[in-house]
Structures are given as structure tokens and as C-alpha cells.
């Protein structure tokens, strides 16, 4: 998945390229990069962006017969967090939805599950088809003064609820979308325990593995053992965070869940998690071109 700037797919552009020559999997598409309009012309604007992006795709498969090549639509996706700024990509045209901290106040999963139809309807209409979402961090101990505080964008600090509340959204999203929206819940191992934001540096948990499967851990649990089939999160967004006490001793060079191959397979293959693996779930990397990873291998740490 890539991110480029502006909405431009011209054959001149660099994003026509990557999905034309390159053959990218797909994109995501950021408020930030310009790639959507002003209002009110924001979601028939996003529209079409996203069904030129896709014609890209059909024509570069289908320039030449005799490759044999199959089409596959691209993923185009999207973190729509609800309560406007700064969390939404799409600030007009969507219905307004509350914040995730919102609903979990509610205690009520059948509210999960109707702002996640509503989303998941409205966006699948637009044309995206992967949804970076939804948060399943547990924030046992709020600090809106801290860097690290995700604020509003959690169910709450209770692993059970937000385990429930994860399900209950992401049943909606898949109902909402009639079954065409991919979900990838965030942010894996879980960050709500994390010393600092790791949008701007490598964090740290200082956790073991046992306490990570009682806070952390378990609302992934949820979302990866549901008997519920549609309650079952697609894909898993592995954050970039470092954990202390599982990953041993913290360095300046001991590299992020993300990128040590060893304690991360050590994460997958828990129970919970193989059945789920088994069955095609998906493991996403969160963004590969953040200032926390530049800086980190920047500064000697190891590949």
C-alpha cells in the first residue's frame, strides 16, 4: 500500500507509474496529501479519484491479452476515526460519527455496531475497500497531558469492553459494506501502555507477554477467536513499539515488534492468533515512511 499527494492519475503522474509498472497492491488515501476536495464537491471528488485509480489498474492488466495477466482491484483504503478533526480523512459529506470513546461510554455494543454500519455503508458507496480501524488499544491509565495519550480514539481502559465494543464495530463495517470492506483493526501488540507517540519516535511498553495477554493482547483475542463470522477483524496493523520485558532488555538498537521477526512470531503463534492466521488473516505494517522509523535507523539501529 502507498500513499501519494494531490489527485492527479494522469499517465504523467508518479502514482500512475506505481500501479500501472510497479504493480502496488494498492494505496491509502490522507486528508493530509491533499487527496480529497474542498466541500462540498469532497465525496463525489473521492469518488472519482478512486474509480480512476481502479481504471488505471484494469487497463495496465488488460494493455495486453497474451500476458494472461488477471485483474484485481486495487485496495484503496482509509483510517475514518469519527469526531471530525483530526482523526477523519473526510470532513463533508459523510454522516457525522461520534469518536470511539464516544460509543464505548455508551457501554452499548449495538451502538459499536450501528456507527460501523453507517461507516462502513457510506465508505464502501465512495469505493474503499480496506479500513484501517478500528483501535482496540486499552488505555488503563489516561494522561491527556502526554504525548502518548491516544485521547478519545479508544473504546476505553477495560480489555473485556473494548474487546466487545471491537467486535460489535467491526460486525457493522462488514454488514454495512454487504461483505466488501477488508478490516484492520489497530494498533497491534497494543500501544495504550506506550511511553511517548510513536508517530514521532520508537515507544516503548514495558510489559511481558503474560501481562500484554491480560490488557493488551485481549481484545485482539476477541477479534481473531468471535464465533460470530463478521465480527472476525480481516487484517491486524502492527504498530511500530518496542516491548520491554518481551523483547528483553530495551536498547537503543533493539528494533520495534514490527520489524523483529522473532518476537513477532512469537505474538502469532499464540493460540489465539494461529487458527486466525491459518484462515487468511492479515498482518499490516503501520506506516513504513514515519519520522519514528526514519530516525531510528538513522540513528544505528539495526536492520
Known sequence: LVTFSGTDVSEESQIHDL?????????VLLAENDNFAAEPDTVAAAHQLIADLQTVEWDATNTDPSLGKVYAPLFIGISQEGDGVPD???????????????IGAT??????????????????????????????DVVESPNPSARSDLGTRVFGGDPFWVGEMGQAYISGLHAGSGGRMVVIAKHFPGRGGSDRSPEDEVATVRKSLEQLKQVELFPFFAVTTSTDAGAVADGLLVSHIRYQGFQGNIRATTRPVSFDASALSTILTLPQFS???GNGGLIVSDDLGSAAVRDFYSLGGEI
Open 19 to 27: 500501479i500501472a509498472n510497479r504493480h502496488v497492491g494498492g494505496v
Open 88 to 102: 477523519d480523512q473526510i470532513l463533508s459529506g459523510m454522516t457525522p460519527l461520534p469518536n470511539e470513546m464516544a
Open 107 to 136: 457501554w452499548k455494543t449495538e451502538d459499536a455496531e450501528r456507527v460501523g454500519s453507517v461507516l462502513g455503508t457510506e465508505l464502501s458507496a465512495i469505493g474503499f475497500n480496506l479500513y484501517l480501524g478500528p483501535s482496540l
Open 275 to 277: 487458527t486466525w492466521r
